[in-house]
Nanobody, 123 residues
């Protein structure tokens, strides 16, 4: 599956953004989908995922209650709605696809990646 992420922008703290990840080649229902981010000088970290097995969303504690991951099957797109953004959310955001039935927080379990989309939150 080929993935293309978009939607990153400069936003003020407290604002909202929606990131999209368009998939081609395979339907997203075949994958566990996830969003990860990498801030400057840091490792790529888990943000959110939707498990292929149960369709439930899973979130990092740092974004729980503020971010929502969803899949639009008609458009073959996975979205990440981000509310109440904080400066510490500033990072390149990546969508990933895993062939596993179960969600994972480990980037190594995701075999396909979109290019990053930059989110910058100003204070």
């Amino acid at each position: 599956v080929q993935l293309q992420a978009s939607g990153g922008a400069l936003v003020q703290a407290g604002g909202s953004l929606r990131l999209s990840c368009d998939a081609s080649g395979r339907t997203l229902s075949s994958y566990t989908m996830g969003w990860f981010r990498r801030a400057p000088g840091k490792e790529r970290e888990f943000v959110a995922a939707i498990s292929r097995s149960d369709g439930n969303p899973y979130y990092a504690d740092s974004v729980k209650g503020r971010f929502t991951i969803s899949i639009d099957n008609a458009k073959n797109t996975v979205n990440l709605k981000m509310n109440s953004l904080k400066p510490e959310d500033t990072a390149d955001y990546y969508c990933g696809a895993s062939g596993s039935h179960w969600y994972s927080r480990n980037p190594a379990d995701f075999s396909s990646w979109g290019q990053g989309t930059l989110v910058t939150v100003s204070s």
